[in-house]
């Protein structure tokens, strides 16, 4: 019995390979003595085959193209311009995207001279600014009158919360509370009026605009309306305010109010009744940004 150890070993029958030995008996298994050269190797043939095919139609591509003469196309690089998905690189497969245009951007109201107006949530923004500053106003100026009204409300609730901790009746209420003292709603009309037509003839906004950023211009120019337009708007803005000193009518005023304000919504140059009437128009004052386009890189050009 032989001692060798199972293995590779020298071939008996062929010098230039090796067989395997079990350690009893040569197998049928057999292996090159030496490792093929890089000349000899199969390893990487589809890969420059495949490389090679490309080679040929491009050439053939290009001699196509440049009339047979087998000049070289000039290559357009990208522009800032271009629509990302919408060109196609010379040489490359057309994009699957290039048909697309991206999303349409949402449509913006604007003026018969085509400026932008200002959003109705902006403006609905600076008119309640600006309420709030004038009723600060003219409830300090209306004070002295409207005192004794808000003591009478404040002691009738103080008792109110008496009963009903008590477990008595309810109070009754009483009469002054709905009378309330004609110097404050006066007060707060000619408060409006004087703070609306100044300022919007003098700046083309009020405060609650300047905060927003929003302004009033007139239908023929782009400037601040004249003091006849802006005291018309500001007439037919403060209906509420008008008809608030005319019992039985200041709920009609409210719903005039509150349909003026709907207006906007739904008109093509987003104004309002008293800007119709007025023939103005509330545009933003704040400078539209501009999108920023996106920077590709460039096409591929070489091989």
């Not at 245009?101 to 949402?106: N, V």
């Not at 008119?127 to 004070?143: E, G, K, R, T």
């Not at 919504?265 to 004052?285: E, P, R």
Request: some cysteine; glycine content about 8%.
């Amino acid at each position: 019995m032989s001692e060798r150890a199972s293995g590779w070993y020298d071939d008996p029958q062929d010098p230039d390979q090796l067989r395997y030995w079990d350690g009893i008996l040569w197998s049928g298994r057999t292996m090159p003595k030496v490792k093929p050269g890089l000349d000899r190797s199969r390893i990487g043939d589809a890969r420059r085959q495949y490389e090679d095919e490309q080679e040929r139609k491009r050439a053939a591509e290009e001699a196509q193209v440049s009339g047979g003469y087998g000049q070289r196309p000039q290559l357009r690089r990208y522009q800032p311009t271009d629509q990302p998905h919408s060109r196609q690189y010379p040489g490359g497969p057309q994009s699957p995207y290039a048909h697309q245009q991206g999303y349409a951007p949402k449509p913006v109201k604007t003026t018969p001279d085509g400026e932008p107006t200002a959003s109705w949530w902006r403006r609905l923004f600076a008119y309640v600014i600006d309420n709030i500053l004038l009723s600060i106003v003219a409830v300090a100026i209306s004070w002295t009158w409207l005192e004794p009204w808000v003591t009478t409300i404040t002691d009738w609730y103080g008792d109110l919360i008496t009963a009903a901790e008590n477990g008595g009746s309810q109070p009754p209420v009483p009469d002054a509370i709905y009378d309330v003292p004609w110097q404050f709603p006066v007060a707060a009309l000619l408060l409006y009026l004087v703070y609306e037509i100044g300022l919007v003839a003098w700046r083309g906004q009020t405060l609650g605009h300047l905060i927003c950023g929003v302004r009033v211009r007139g239908a023929a120019s782009t400037a601040k309306p004249d003091l006849s337009a802006s005291a018309l708007r500001a007439v037919v803005k403060g209906v509420s305010n008008i008809t608030s000193l005319v019992p039985f009518v200041a709920s009609l005023g409210t719903v005039f109010s509150l349909v003026d304000g709907l207006v906007p919504l739904g008109d093509g140059n987003a104004q309002s009744l008293h800007d119709k009437a007025a023939k103005t128009y509330v545009v933003s004052a704040r400078a539209p940004k501009t999108p920023q386009t996106a920077q590709l890189p460039p096409p591929y050009v070489g091989r």
